[in-house]
């Protein structure tokens, strides 16, 4: 085995643990969230994300295993890949319990607009962004980097960034009429 292939799975084997770890998170904070009155929207758009996620990590495996190589600028890719992460979880410890993999609001509560989310709107969001950029190219996956990226971009800004404003503007016409 190749030092590009024992690269390539021990980042499979983080990265799916990080998912499998995020996703329990996100049921928890969903259990707390819905128990606190909480209202789901976008539930159907929802499976969609499986699928780009679970094809990203396919993809990007399958393609770095055939090329074999890490990219030239690897360091670059890798301090990118590791700045992704350290957003993510500045976003997921701002939010708490707020947090979630869908968009569920809680009427009434207090829109968080602390921390990171005083500069970025979603950084959350951009932290996969660069993540699905970053760790294909990483490996000289560049067609996977491609393609879940434009997919990414196209579920966010014209489905789930809409839903997610609509939401709140709708549990804010609520609050208004009260």
Known sequence: MTLAHSIQLVLFGVLSAQRLWELRIAERNRAYAMQAGGIEFGARHYPLFFVLHGGWLIGWM???WQINQIHEYWVLWLILLCGAEILRYVAITTLGVQWNTRIIVIPGAERIQAGIYRSIPHPNY?????ELLALPMLLSAWKTALIASTANACLLLFIRIPAENSALALLQQREEKK
């Open 126 to 130: 951009l932290a996969v962004c660069l």
């Open 62 to 64: 399958l393609e770095a």
